[in-house]
């Protein structure tokens, strides 16, 4: 059963007559008269009672008219969907991000992407560098936002901003009362440290600072979250070093204080797996950008 055999069906069955219903098909007669003996054949029934006089439906024509003109009015909303994709104004997008992202302008973009794009469906997930690596290789995710740039080679990545790590300490730690801290200061604190299986690259990152300062972190906790580490140290559990955009977390109970002679730097990158250009994917990552630029 073909589309226009149902749009030729459906005009019929508004005109019933066959020289009105083909001019507004904008077709001859013969051709729309064929159209019909071909689809009674797929149907397997009689769909007009036609003569020289009159042409009218009969009780098959008449149960088929509803079900084809909800037929069409589908395959003209996917169309119409499938247009709206390929010009990214509609569609899904399914992002993940670590959490340092909420303090980096990420809601913010979202939230001017949406305006423009109303009709696209977004979804997230916050989740660490590597669980967002496997659902981009998954099709799990359309846009992941991450601290690394060690990625399998079936992903795409973008460096987004960098920006310095800070010391991250307990309101009332006695260090909290210096306004530029030296690494080495940190020497004998416990440490709350970013989880190597969350992000091998920070981890190993943080750990060359304070090796780089003289000295191993003693490490008394590891999370996989920014925002837990803040959280701990926050609550008396330990120090840590953490990217400038935690200070604006806020959390009661911790406080930030630059580092002096530190030039590792935090990076966020937007990753993404290469295939058929999604625009949306596009047009958010030059969203962001604007945002942080």
């Given at each position: 059963?073909?589309?226009?055999?149902l749009?030729?069906?459906?005009v019929?069955?508004?005109?019933?007559?066959?020289?009105?219903?083909?001019?507004?098909?904008?077709?001859?007669q013969?051709p729309?008269?064929?159209a019909i003996?071909?689809?009674?054949d797929?149907?397997?029934?009689r769909?007009f009672?036609?003569?020289?006089?009159?042409v009218?439906?009969?009780?098959?024509g008449?149960a088929?008219?509803?079900?084809a003109?909800?037929l069409?009015?589908?395959?003209?909303?996917?169309?119409?969907?499938?247009?709206?994709?390929?010009?990214?104004?509609a569609?899904?997008?399914?992002?993940?991000f670590?959490?340092?992202?909420l303090?980096?302008?990420?809601?913010?973009?979202?939230?001017?992407?949406?305006?423009?794009?109303?009709?696209v469906r977004?979804?997230?997930?916050?989740?660490?560098?590597?669980?967002?690596?496997?659902?981009?290789l998954?099709?799990?995710?359309?846009?992941?936002?991450?601290?690394?740039?060690?990625?399998?080679?079936?992903?795409?990545s973008?460096?987004?901003?960098?920006?310095?790590f800070?010391?991250?300490?307990?309101?009332?730690?006695?260090?909290?009362?210096?306004?530029?801290?030296?690494?080495g200061?940190?020497?004998d604190?416990?440490?709350?440290?970013?989880?190597?299986?969350a992000?091998?690259?920070?981890h190993e990152?943080?750990?060359a600072?304070?090796?780089?300062a003289?000295f191993l972190?003693?490490?008394?906790?590891?999370?996989?979250?920014?925002l837990?580490?803040?959280?701990m140290?926050?609550?008396?559990?330990?120090?840590?070093?953490?990217?400038?955009?935690?200070?604006?977390?806020?959390?009661?109970?911790?406080?930030?204080?630059?580092?002096?002679?530190v030039?590792?730097?935090?990076?966020?990158?937007?990753?993404?797996?290469?295939?058929?250009?999604n625009?949306?994917?596009?047009?958010?990552?030059?969203?962001?950008?604007?945002g942080?630029a």
């Open positions: 059963m073909e589309l226009r055999h749009r030729y069906f459906a019929l069955a508004d005109e019933l007559h066959f020289g009105r219903a083909a001019e507004r098909l904008a077709i001859s013969p729309l008269s064929v003996r071909q689809l009674e797929t149907v397997g029934a769909l009672e036609r003569n020289s006089k009159q009218r439906l009969t009780p098959a008449q088929l008219r509803a079900s003109r909800k069409l009015r589908q395959a003209e909303e996917a169309a119409l969907e499938a247009r709206e994709v390929a010009a990214g104004s569609g899904r997008l399914r992002i993940g670590v959490g340092a992202m303090y980096r302008g990420l809601p913010q973009a979202l939230r001017a992407f949406q305006a423009s794009h109303p009709a977004i979804s997230l997930a916050e989740l660490n560098s590597a669980e967002q690596i496997t659902d981009l998954h099709d799990r995710l359309d846009l992941g936002f991450m601290h690394t740039a060690r990625l399998p080679q079936d992903l795409a973008r460096l987004l901003l960098t920006e310095p800070v010391a991250c300490l307990p309101t009332q730690h006695a260090l909290a009362r210096q306004r530029v801290l030296e690494v200061a940190l020497r604190q416990p440490f709350v440290l970013f989880a190597r299986a992000s091998p690259d920070y990152r943080l750990l600072i304070c090796a780089q003289g972190p003693e490490v008394r906790h590891e999370v996989r979250h920014w837990a580490v803040v959280s140290v926050a609550q008396g559990l330990g120090v840590a070093l953490v990217p400038q955009a935690m200070q604006r977390s806020a959390l009661k109970g911790a406080v930030f204080r630059p580092l002096d002679g030039t590792a730097q935090s990076e966020a990158y937007g990753v993404w797996r290469p295939g058929p250009q625009v949306l994917v596009d047009g958010l990552l030059a969203e962001l950008v604007r942080l």
